[in-house]
C-alpha cells in the first residue's frame, strides 16, 4: 500500500471576507494529514472577523515585531554561546578530576599498589613496601589537591606573585626574608639515603599524578597559566608554610615584650608577661609562683612622652589560633583502651587543611603495618593518627622561634627591624615504625 501523500493545501480563492476566517483544506484518506498554513487573499481580513475589505495585512510587518524578532535572534545566539561554555567548563572540570576507578602505569613501582576508596571517598593505599605507599600516595594528592599544596610551598618560599600578580607582592617580599626556599634545599641535600629514597618516591608520584590528569586543575585555567612541577624541597616548604600559618612569623610577641620592658621593666615583664601561671600543671605538680605587682604609674604630665607603643599593624589579631587534646586512661573508657582526643584549632577552608588515608604496607620482614589518619598535602607522612596499637595527635606550641634585631637607618632617625632564624631545619623520615613519618625543626 502506498503511502499517504504530504498534502500542502493552498488558500481557496473567492473566499468571503468579513464572514469568516481564509481557510484551506486537504484530504488523503484514512493517513494523517498536513496541511500548509493558507496566506489570506488580499482585502480578505486576519481572523475571524475584521474591520472591513480593504484593511491591509501589515501586523507581521511592524517596526515593533522586526525588533522583537531581532532581540529573539540574539537572544537564541547567546543562549547558544552559554550553552557552549557551560559544556566546555563541564568537560574542562571533569577532565581535572582524580580517577577512581581502572587501571594506570606508574614508573617507579616494585610491585602493584591497590588505590581503593570509600564511601567517602578516603583513599586507602595498599603497597608492597613503604616506598610504594608515598609514590601512590603522592599519586592521589596530585590528583585531588595539587593546587592547594602549589599555593603551600609558594606561600612559604615568597613566591605567589607568579600566580597572583601585584596582589601578593607584598606577603611575598616580607616571606623572602626568611629564605625558606634555601633552607628547605638545604635540608634536602642533608637527608639521610632510605629518608631521600621515600621523599624522591613521593615527589615522582605527585608528578606522575598530576601528569595523568586529562586537564589540568580548573584553577590555572582561571589565573592563565601551568601548574609547575613538584620537586623535593616544595615538600619542606608546605612544613615550613604550617609554621608561618601557626607562629608568630612577624615577631609580634618580641615587639610587645620590648614596649613591657621600655614601659615597666624587669618586673613589668614579668608580671605581664610571666612564664607561667597557676594554670600550667607540670607532670611534678609544682607550679610557678606568682610575680609580683610592678610599681604602675596610670598618668603622665604633659611634658612626658611615651616611652614605647605599638603601630596599629602589630595590634593583637582578633582570633588567636590554638590547640589542645586530651587522653583518657583505659579504666575510664567504656572499651578498656586509652582514648585520644585531639583538636587542632585550625580555620575552616575549602579545601581542608588535611587530607584523610590510610596506608598499608610490608616492611624488609614480611611485617605489615597500617596507619590511618590525617597528611599534610604535599608531604609523605600522617601528621596524626593511629596505628591499631598507638595514637598521636598535634596541637601547636607557642615556643620563641624569633628574634628581632634593631637596626639604626642611616637616612632617618627610624629604626627598622627585622626578623633574623637560625638556618637549621632537618626532617626526620621514619622507614622502620609504622607511625610514618616525624619531623623535627628549630629556626
Known amino acids: 500500500m502506498a503511502q499517504p501523500p504530504l498534502l500542502i493545501a493552498q488558500h481557496a480563492r473567492g473566499s468571503r471576507c468579513g464572514r469568516a476566517t481564509c481557510t ?65 567548563g563541564y568537560f574542562l572540570l571533569r577532565g581535572s578530576l582524580a580517577q577512581l576507578d581502572g587501571v594506570r602505569p606508574l614508573p617507579g613501582l616494585v610491585a602493584s599498589v591497590e588505590v581503593a576508596r570509600d564511601a567517602l571517598g578516603v583513599p586507602l593505599i595498599t603497597a608492597a613496601n613503604r616506598a610504594d605507599a608515598a609514590r601512590a600516595l603522592g599519586f592521589v594528592h596530585a590528583q585531588d589537591r595539587f593546587f592547594q599544596m602549589d599555593l603551600l610551598r609558594r606561600r612559604a618560599a615568597g613566591e605567589l606573585a607568579e600566580l597572583f600578580g601585584e596582589a601578593a607582592l607584598e606577603t611575598d617580599k616580607f616571606t623572602r626574608r626568611h629564605a625558606f626556599r634555601r633552607i628547605a634545599q638545604q635540608s634536602v641535600a642533608a637527608l639521610a639515603p632510605a629518608e631521600r629514597a621515600l621523599l624522591d618516591a613521593y615527589v615522582e608520584g605527585v608528578n606522575a599524578g598530576l601528569a595523568a590528569l586529562s586537564r589540568q586543575p580548573w584553577e590555572y585555567y582561571v589565573l592563565r597559566t601551568d601548574p609547575v612541577p613538584w620537586r623535593a624541597e616544595d615538600s619542606l616548604l608546605c612544613i615550613l608554610a604550617m609554621w608561618i600559618d601557626l607562629q608568630d612569623e612577624r615577631g609580634h610577641y618580641e615587639r610587645s615584650y620590648r614596649a613591657l620592658y621600655d614601659a615597666f621593666g624587669s618586673a613589668g615583664v614579668a608580671f605581664f608577661a610571666p612564664r607561667g601561671d597557676a594554670n600550667d600543671a607540670a607532670l611534678d605538680d609544682t607550679f610557678y609562683p606568682a610575680p609580683d605587682l610592678p610599681p604602675l604609674r596610670f598618668s603622665r604630665t604633659k611634658q612626658e612622652e611615651p616611652t614605647a607603643a605599638l603601630p596599629a599593624p602589630w595590634a593583637e589579631p582578633a582570633l588567636r589560633p590554638g590547640s589542645n587534646s586530651f587522653a583518657v586512661a583505659g579504666q575510664h573508657t567504656a572499651h578498656g583502651a586509652a582514648l585520644l582526643a585531639n583538636d587542632m584549632h585550625l580555620g575552616l577552608g575549602v579545601p581542608n587543611t588535611w587530607y584523610r588515608a590510610t596506608l598499608t604496607w610490608n616492611d624488609a620482614t614480611g611485617a605489615t603495618h597500617q596507619v590511618s589518619g590525617v597528611t599534610l598535602p604535599g608531604t609523605p607522612a600522617l601528621v596524626v593518627g593511629s596505628n591499631g596499637r598507638v595514637a598521636w595527635g598535634f596541637t601547636n606550641s607557642y615556643i620563641d622561634t624569633v628574634d628581632i634585631v634593631m637596626i639604626e637607618s642611616p637616612e632617618s632617625c627610624y629604626t627598622r627591624a627585622f626578623l633574623q632564624y637560625s638556618t637549621h631545619f632537618f626532617i626526620s623520615v621514619s622507614t622502620s615504625e609504622p607511625s610514618g613519618v616525624w619531623y623535627s625543626y628549630s629556626m
Open 24 to 88: 484551506a483544506r486537504a484530504t488523503a484518506g484514512a493517513g494523517a494529514l498536513f496541511a500548509a498554513e493558507p496566506r489570506p487573499p488580499r482585502g480578505c481580513c486576519v481572523g475571524a472577523t475584521g474591520a472591513g475589505p480593504n484593511v491591509p495585512a501589515t501586523a507581521m510587518t511592524s517596526p515593533l515585531t522586526k525588533r522583537l524578532q531581532a532581540l529573539l535572534s540574539l537572544l537564541s545566539v547567546l543562549l547558544g554561546l552559554a550553552v557552549i561554555a557551560a559544556l566546555a
